[in-house]
């Protein structure tokens, strides 16, 4: 009886993983990502692991589809914001009016730097220290050690 509990649960688990990768909406992802952790919560559970089916079932069921479609929502809002050619529109938007974003208009992104700002000659990033002629090479890291 114990086995066949196991492989009716791994059976759900296969059906819940294939139907996750076989969705397109995110919307209907994320709703499909919490069956699958229900499922793996219920396989964890009957392998007599309750503690990792509780954190499977708080992480996997609640937590990441919750953040999904809070992403979903922001990305959506911006798409929106920024004209019919970045978003995917009204249809199916799961926010509610509350959410402003924090999007201006194009280039001017309040919480971070902008695009123009990596055009900017006095940002260096690591790549770019390797490629200018003043850096150290490995002929100079040698001769330091």
Known sequence: MHDALIVL????VAAASTAAVLARDPVRQS??????????ALLFA????????????AVGSALTPLMLLLAVRKVRRRGQEGGSDHGTGSAGDI????????AGP??????????????????????????????PGPADEEGRR
Do not use: C, F, I, M
């Not at 649960?9 to 759900?12: D, H, K, P």
């Not at 709703?31 to 793996?40: E, I, Y």
């Not at 919480?111 to 690591?126: E, K, L, N, Q, V």
């Open 9 to 12: 649960a791994l059976a759900l």
């Open 106 to 135: 194009a280039g001017t992104d309040r919480t971070g730097p902008t695009y123009t700002d990596r055009a900017d000659p006095t940002h260096t990033s690591p790549t770019d220290r390797k490629n200018r002629p003043d850096a």
């Open 31 to 40: 709703t499909v990502l919490a069956l699958l952790g229900l499922s793996l």
């Open 46 to 57: 009957v392998l007599q692991a309750p503690d990792v089916a509780l954190s499977q079932l």
């Open 95 to 102: 926010g509610g009016p509350e959410d402003t974003g924090t």
